[in-house]
């Protein structure tokens, strides 16, 4: 260790890492001192024991994190907070860039010079940026005509919606191929989904309630051709159920806060309605009637009619009068009240049916084994209420969402083959609170899958090194989500699979549910069984889940007579909405459905080159300006930032068959011109003289390269040309941009 008096950082477990000045060490323990400046709210100016293990050297800011020259995750923490504390919100990581929520606009960041000189600068990876990335992919989407994907990845409130926009917004804008209408579809069509797919949550004002994966197409010259989204999980027990002090979506508060009074009139409202949904309240942040007339502007370039519009927020309204339909017990059936007649009828006539047959519709079931009707009981009635509020509003989203691509799609008469794509994933982030659902457990098993994605190339980059024969101690890495993943999926005996076997039980209960996990998983360590809930070891920690309503919610089963009801609307589009699309009276359970979408997802992203933007929230209030180092420091010890770093460090991140090399660096005049040697061997001559042996390791069959190898070479290569100027046509493009089209893992 050090003298005396040397500064560190210490780990601690809440502040964590500070600045410390070491007094002693004795046994491998510490005695340090806080340095004033470095202390935390509430903390005291005074000596402390520490471990040495919990010690590390200081050290400055970088861009790329594994040029720390002391690696620890005291100096991976250290170093984002300087440059966040500068605006540099983006940092690169070896296989990852880290972009930390500054909440708030850096207007310079986004700038359409930005935007020029990252489309055109060669040695963009030394300047990490979403463009940054963006381009890289673009570019070895065209080079190599292989498919790529960028992962977008945090927790809730970490900026991955910002993030996801500034990616489109670049390729649309660097590729649009003079489709200046095509251009702006793509950037608004994933505005228009925040509107009716975003709300504010505890955690973050824009929270994206469901999960998008948007491709976008481009033809052989790289200009943009067209695009499409797909999406996952809406939350639809938002419609009904907002969690306590947040929001339904956001559409509802523009409609009712930016539409005319005589509008409104129309819908049977005012601005002050009383809508349960809404929690009896239409106030909600950035709605106003500009709101709202800029989603109208955004719903006409995408192709909505007028007509279609007023036909979609009828819909809307008569959802939220529908969650007004209160009902009373009458001995063990149900009633509506007389209170909510209006509320009834005011839901029927914007729905598009008679009030008699809504009302027998929600509180009567048609028992077709025994050809008899029942009356449902206040509890089943309200259920029967909710589930068709959430299932127009899911099926709406839908349409919506095919709509749009219609619009955006490739033209008809085209071979989509004869395209190739970048695409951007955008899910929901791990998320907890106080009252966790089965929502909340499918994104963070979603997560848990995407996160195992990763990691799963750092596994299989060590062992590459193996195949190759590469002298290689391999690194004790513990990524390994498999456990807590086949916790949930593993059939039968999954939360998945169990929660489908009890689900398929006519009696029974939630209750049920909880037993049967605690038989099964009893001596599991990554589930635990309380009374009323059960609690999962995930990627950064264990989330509690309540399983209230989780049968209901896995069923999503509506009575067929509503659905039928529906499918005779007077109003077209919602009759069309329930006569296409997934019948709800299916025995797919939500968990099922989902899994089998999750699967399609990850098996198209298995077959693209992959990208990775790990976003990062710097503190728990988002509050801008505020770095709170143990948050930080938290999500970058699970998601893999300290493992990748380690690996690209110690390892070879860059990789190219032989003969890919020579042809590359044919220009060189190390580069021996001898036929008669393999190409291993003539590889091997024109880095002796170049690159210092524990720069590079020669494989079987290819060339490994140290992290900054590439730099050197490239410098060498850009001389050469300079110096003569027969290759005018190379020196336009230099080795590291080719090598970035090409090369391997560290680039996906």
């Not at 100096?75 to 504390?85: D, E, H, K, P, T």
């Not at 370039?301 to 008569?318: D, N, R, S, V, W």
């Not at 009801?565 to 909405?577: G, I, P, R, W």
């Amino acid at each position: 260790m050090a003298e005396p008096t040397t500064h560190y950082w210490c780990n601690t477990a809440a502040s964590g890492f500070q600045i410390v000045k070491l007094h002693s060490e004795s046994n491998g323990v510490c005695e340090v001192e806080p340095i004033s400046g470095s202390l935390f709210q509430g903390e005291e100016l005074k000596t402390f024991k520490v471990q040495k293990s919990d010690l590390h050297a200081t050290q400055e800011a970088v861009n790329e994190l594994v040029y720390l020259k002391f690696f620890s995750p005291a100096s991976v923490v250290n170093s984002l907070r300087w440059r966040f504390q500068h605006d540099l919100i983006y940092s690169n990581a070896g296989l990852m860039t880290i972009a930390v929520n500054p909440f708030k606009k850096i207007e310079a960041l986004y700038s359409e010079e930005q935007i020029i000189n990252y489309s055109k600068s060669v040695d963009i990876l030394s300047r990490p940026h979403v463009y940054a990335v963006a381009q890289t992919a673009y570019r070895r989407m065209k080079s190599t005509q292989v498919d790529q994907t960028i992962l977008v990845s945090g927790l809730s409130g970490s900026g991955k919606t910002e993030t996801v926009k500034f990616t489109i917004h670049y390729l649309s804008t660097i590729a649009g191929g003079g489709h200046g209408t095509l251009e702006q579809q793509i950037n608004v069509a994933g505005l228009l989904l925040e509107s009716f797919g975003n709300a504010t949550t505890l955690l973050n004002a824009n929270s994206s309630r469901f999960g998008k994966y948007t491709r976008i197409y481009f033809d052989k010259k790289g200009q943009m051709a067209g695009a499409e989204i797909k999406t996952y999980l809406l939350e639809k027990s938002r419609v009904s159920n907002a969690p306590e002090n947040e929001k339904n979506f956001h559409i509802f508060y523009h409609l009712l806060n930016g539409m005319k009074d005589s509008e409104l009139t129309e819908v049977f409202s005012t601005r002050s309605t009383p809508f349960s949904y809404l929690h009896n309240s239409t106030a909600a942040p950035a709605t106003s009637q500009e709101s709202l007339d800029l989603i109208r502007k955004q719903l006409q370039l995408m192709g909505f009619t007028p007509a279609e519009q007023t036909a979609m927020f009828k819909i809307l309204f008569g959802v939220l009068h529908l969650g007004n339909v209160q009902f009373e017990a009458r001995g063990e059936e149900s009633a509506v009240t007389a209170s909510s007649q209006t509320s009834l009828w005011n839901a029927a006539a914007l729905l598009g049916v008679s009030q008699p047959a809504l009302q027998k519709a929600l509180t009567t079931l048609e028992l077709k084994s025994s050809n008899t009707t029942i009356v449902l009981n206040k509890a089943n009635a309200e259920l029967s209420r909710d589930s068709l509020a959430k299932d127009i509003y899911e099926r709406l989203f839908d349409w919506i969402v095919k709509r749009m691509n219609t619009t955006i799609a490739l033209p008809a008469d085209v071979d989509v083959d004869d395209y190739s794509h970048v695409s951007i994933l955008d899910i929901s982030g791990y998320e907890t609170s106080s009252a966790n659902s089965l929502e909340q457990l499918c994104i963070n098993y979603t997560n848990d899958k995407l996160q195992q994605l990763f990691n799963s190339y750092v596994y299989k980059e060590q062992e590459l090194y193996e195949e190759e024969g590469l002298n290689w101690t391999k690194m004790d890495i513990d990524l390994d989500l498999r456990s807590a993943i086949s916790l949930v999926e593993q059939k039968p005996d999954g939360v998945f699979g169990i929660l489908d076997q009890v689900c398929y039980r006519l009696d029974a209960t939630d209750e049920n549910l909880l037993s049967e996990l605690a038989l099964v998983h009893k001596s599991n360590p990554l589930v635990k069984v309380a009374d009323k809930s059960f609690t999962i070891q995930h990627g950064p920690g264990p989330v509690s889940y309540s399983v209230g309503s989780f049968l209901v919610k896995n069923r999503d089963v509506m009575a067929a007579a509503l659905e039928n009801l529906m499918s005779s609307s007077k109003e077209q589009l919602l009759a069309s909405l329930f006569t296409n699309g997934r019948p709800r009276t299916s025995n797919t359970s939500v968990t099922k459905y989902f899994s089998n979408q999750l699967s399609a997802l990850l098996e198209t992203i298995g077959e693209t080159d992959c990208s990775y933007i790990k976003c990062i929230r710097p503190n728990a209030e988002s509050t801008p300006d505020v770095f709170d180092s143990a948050y930080v420091r938290d999500q970058i010890m699970w998601c893999g930032v300290v493992e990748t770093i380690t690996l690209c460090d110690k390892g070879y991140p860059s990789h190219l068959d032989y003969s890919s090399f020579l042809n590359l660096f044919s220009d060189l005049p190390s580069t021996p011109r001898k036929e008669n040697a393999s190409p291993r061997e003539r590889t091997q001559m024109a880095l002796q003289d170049t690159l210092k042996p524990s720069e590079y390791a020669l494989g079987k069959t290819r060339l490994f390269l140290a992290m900054g190898s590439h730099f050197k070479l490239d410098l060498m290569l850009e001389s050469v040309r300079r110096q003569s100027p027969r290759d005018a046509v190379g020196q336009s493009k230099s080795f590291w941009q080719r090598t970035r089209e090409t090369w391997g893992w560290m680039f996906s």
